[in-house]
Nanobody
């Protein structure tokens, strides 16, 4: 099992920055990828940022150039630096981990954390 706990959410005004953190614990061996997803009210969950075990990052089109995902393997942490936040970034943000073990794929989710961008 892998446990994921997000922190750092809250309310900010448009144009501000915010950093989300995700603690990764448990059976973290063989985690192939970590990611951030978000879900706004009435919308499907969407990929925000993806980070492979080789530290290759990719981003959803709506956040490219504004968000940066990173990982600290020593601290078992993943981060999402969010700059130039917009009202449309308002959503619940989820930490995600994918692990392949014995030929099976396992996916884990954090409980989610609210980010609200408004005046």
């Amino acid at each position: 099992q892998v446990q994921l706990v997000e922190s750092g959410g809250g309310w900010v005004q448009p144009g501000a920055s915010l950093t989300l953190s995700c603690v990764v614990s448990g059976s973290i061996f063989n985690i192939n990828a970590l990611a951030w997803y978000r879900q706004a009210p009435g919308k499907p969950r969407e990929l925000v940022a993806h980070l492979t075990s080789g530290q290759t990052a990719s981003y959803g089109d709506s956040v490219k150039g504004r968000f940066t995902v990173s990982r600290d393997n020593e601290k078992n942490m993943m981060y999402l630096q969010m700059n130039s936040l917009r009202p449309e970034d308002t959503a619940v943000y989820y930490c995600n981990a994918v692990k392949v073990y014995a030929g099976e794929l396992y996916e884990y989710w954090g409980q989610g954390i609210q980010v609200t961008v408004s005046f």
